[in-house]
């Protein structure tokens, strides 16, 4: 993904970055009420992502921290590893492709097991999980807990398969 030609030098001149709060902070005055020294920088999207406006630009937060940390843009997208959108700590982002971020999302903690990937049907738990648009039955097992161990065994060997090539 393409950004702008923001550099990392320019972001450290106008915001600090607290890599434990995820909050950026701004350094200079721009010559307004939002952007005096020391004040929090930026605004919540409709998504629930934060952004600041930077020389007449928006940006999403999330990736002027991996800008701010890394010194450069990210190459992909940014996941927020434990889904909560406005959780810019940088030990809770990752630089990932379209499809990896994809699979952080959903809405396990909405269903009746409250485990990503299981399921219950007739009183067993039936584990699945979804690869490229198509999803492979795991089993079926007399508990959530074991139905999502299967989930994750099987969600790290889809894992290994896709980083060796195969």
Request: net charge positive.
């Amino acid at each position: 993904m393409s950004d702008t030609n923001l550099t990392a030098q320019r972001l450290r001149e106008l915001l600090h970055y607290n890599n434990q709060t995820g909050d950026f902070t701004w350094i200079v005055s721009r010559g307004n009420q939002f952007t005096k020294p020391g004040m929090k920088a930026g605004f919540k999207d409709s998504y629930g992502h934060l952004g600041i406006e930077i020389d007449g630009k928006r940006y999403l937060s999330h990736r002027l921290a991996w800008l701010f940390v890394h010194g450069v843009w990210p190459d992909h997208q940014i996941d927020h590893i434990n889904r909560i959108r406005d959780d810019n700590r940088i030990e809770n982002l990752r630089d990932v492709s379209g499809v990896v971020n994809a699979n952080n999302k959903g809405n396990y903690r909405n269903n009746t097991t409250g485990f990503k990937g299981v399921t219950i049907k007739n009183g067993r738990f039936i584990a699945q999980i979804t690869f490229s648009g198509k999803c492979k039955y795991i089993g079926s097992f007399d508990t959530a807990e074991k139905a999502y161990q299967a989930y994750q065994a099987s969600k790290k060997a889809q894992a290994s398969i896709n980083w060796s090539g195969h």
